[in-house]
């Protein structure tokens, strides 16, 4: 058949080939930029954590890469994102308690660095900005761990947040 029939992996007209990372349709709600902020953010933290280096050297260099996707973020989007990665940094003795409690049986540094990222950073959300609906933070937060964690992961992601968000919605 048509093009309809090809398989993922297939070269589109434009020479490139879709990745399992990639979705065919974004939520008509979601906001792109905001969503590539928050990865950019995920990004941060992970430089932050994995690289020891302090959030001003992260940021110091984060910005520089004009290929990556988030260089076309606008000012606010990059403002949005670094407001992220330094709240998590700067509230991290509030969130991982957190996160700790809904993961049983799970330590913050046995688990994959990147969900670990993702969870702060969705616990930083739910917790400090208040302004965007938590099932907003979670689809968010479940995007990013199909785009930068595996199958596992997105699972582990969404048990955990979905244990977080009934415990605060009792708070």
């Known amino acids: 058949g048509g093009?309809?029939?090809?398989?993922?992996?297939?070269?589109?007209?434009?020479?490139?080939?879709?990745?399992?990372?990639?979705?065919?349709?974004?939520?008509?709600?979601?906001?792109?930029?905001?969503?590539?902020?928050?990865?950019?953010?995920?990004?941060?933290?992970?430089?932050?954590?994995?690289?020891?280096?302090?959030?001003?050297?992260?940021?110091?260099t984060f910005w520089l890469h004009d290929d990556a996707p988030t260089s076309r973020l606008s000012d606010g989007h990059r403002v949005f994102a670094t407001t992220l990665a330094n709240g998590v940094v700067a509230a991290i003795i509030n969130l991982d308690p957190v996160v700790a409690e809904a993961t049983e049986h799970w330590r913050l540094e046995r688990m994959n660095v990147i969900d670990r990222m993702i969870l702060r950073l969705a616990v930083y959300e739910l917790l400090y900005e208040t302004a965007t609906p938590a099932p907003v933070i979670i689809n968010e937060a479940l995007e990013l761990a199909h785009t930068f964690s595996d199958?596992?992961?997105?699972r582990f992601v969404n048990g955990v947040l979905d244990a977080i968000r009934r415990r605060l919605e009792r708070a």
């Open 3 to 60: 093009d309809g029939d090809a398989p993922p992996w297939a070269p589109r007209e434009n020479g490139t080939v879709t990745t399992h990372t990639e979705r065919y349709q974004a939520p008509p709600a979601r906001s792109e930029a905001r969503h590539r902020a928050r990865e950019a953010a995920v990004q941060m933290l992970y430089q932050w954590e994995v690289g020891r280096s302090s959030m001003p050297e992260v940021l110091e």
């Open 151 to 154: 199958a596992d992961g997105v």
